[in-house]
Nanobody, 116 residues
Framework: EVQLVESGGGLVQPGGSLRLSCAAS????????MTWVRQAPGKGPERVST????????YVANSVKGRFTISRDNAKNTLYLQMNSLKPDDTAVYYC?????????RGQGTQVTVSS
């Protein structure tokens, strides 16, 4: 079973950028479709973006379109989320989720706070 560890979160001012990483281990990373999901305080989870095992981006939430970019490096067993033009509404815990034939695994999350 794959294990996932997110990193790269932190405090950033509005308009700033962050790049999140999700390091995978314990299984063949290239077998998994990967998704970034976020959850803001007091709100339900929101799917941010999805990328297939071979690198095709199949979903980008309207709320982040044009600002966030999902990518992956299967050779490095790592998933990325480049976040630009950050807004206070992007404040949330960001999780990466691995999906293989409907079986999902989620990391522990990384906090992103956008505030001046």
């Amino acid at each position: 079973e794959v294990q996932l560890v997110e990193s790269g979160g932190g405090l950033v001012q509005p308009g700033g950028s962050l790049r999140l990483s999700c390091a995978a281990s314990g299984s063949t990373f290239g077998n998994y479709d990967m998704t970034w999901v976020r959850q803001a305080p007091g709100k339900g989870p929101e799917r941010v973006s999805t990328i297939t095992s071979y690198g095709a981006v199949t979903y980008v939430a309207n709320s982040v379109k044009g600002r966030f970019t999902i990518s992956r490096d299967n050779a490095k067993n790592t998933l990325y989320l480049q976040m630009n033009s950050l807004k206070p509404d992007d404040t949330a815990v960001y999780y990466c989720v691995a999906d293989a034939l409907g079986r999902t695994t989620r990391g522990q999350g990384t906090q992103v706070t956008v505030s001046s």
